[in-house]
């Protein structure tokens, strides 16, 4: 479905390529109401059904900085049908090789993070600041990579870089969870729970200096809650 999408999609990639050229904000929000109906199609086709919870906690009147722990080849799929606004989310830097996803990827304001060349990784947070503040909020994998532990509260140690967009622009951080999706694709019920949004700024002196490490203990107790109350994450 992907492959077929992006190869007929080619026309249109080309005009809203053209389009941000005079006017990016009209490229985003066509852009981004184009990706969401492929990805309802997906989702449908895989017998995913989405309850969302806490939407009432995500700003609609600025752009906010997502912060989750990837489980799943469908969080972005998820993330981008169930997130209020314009929205782009870091990827690793490979992804930029491939053809025509990689292209779709930049019309959605996805931001491609180099893992290794610190300058340039450092190049990137700059651009999601500067995306921030022109209204777009971010999305981030703190991690740095795809958590395959089986037990949802085995997280990998939340990297402290990772918050800079935050740190930087004054936005709000919004911790986000929902259930394991990997390896197989499978019929599921996804539960997805935008958490309590703060600022970094405003962290009690002794979590501040670590706003990761605090991040990562505010998703980590939204996935007790869960489990909890018996959800299958």
């Not at 050229?21 to 989405?50: E, Y």
């Not at 969302?52 to 993330?79: C, H, M, W």
């Not at 690793?92 to 180099?114: A, G, R, Y």
């Not at 203990?217 to 018996?230: D, F, H, N, S, V």
């Amino acid at each position: 479905t992907v492959i077929l999408f992006l190869i007929l999609s080619i026309p249109l990639m080309l005009v809203e390529f053209l389009i941000g050229k005079k006017n990016r904000r009209l490229r985003d929000v066509q852009s981004l109401a184009v990706i969401p109906c492929v990805f309802r199609l997906i989702l449908w086709m895989a017998g995913v059904k989405i309850t969302v919870k806490g939407r009432e906690n995500v700003p609609t009147d600025q752009a906010v900085l997502y912060v989750i722990s990837r489980r799943s080849y469908f969080d972005i799929l998820v993330g981008y049908v169930t997130v209020p606004s314009l929205t782009g989310f870091v990827a690793k830097k490979e992804m930029e090789k491939i053809p025509l996803l990689s292209s779709w990827m930049k019309l959605v304001n996805c931001l491609f993070l180099d893992r290794v060349n610190l300058k340039e990784g450092l190049k990137t947070i700059l651009a999601g600041i500067e995306q921030v503040k022109r209204g777009v909020s971010v999305w981030i994998f703190p991690e740095g990579t795809r958590n395959k532990n089986d037990d949802p509260l085995d997280m990998l140690t939340f990297k402290e870089g990772s918050l800079k967009i935050a740190e930087k622009s004054g936005c709000y951080v919004v911790p986000e969870v929902f259930e394991q999706h990997f390896p197989k694709i499978k019929p599921s019920h996804v539960t997805i729970t935008f958490g309590e949004p703060f600022h970094t700024k405003e962290l009690p002196p002794e979590v501040k200096k670590f706003p990761g490490a605090y991040t990562e203990e505010q998703i980590k107790a939204m996935l007790r809650l869960q489990l909890a109350e018996g959800q299958n994450l």
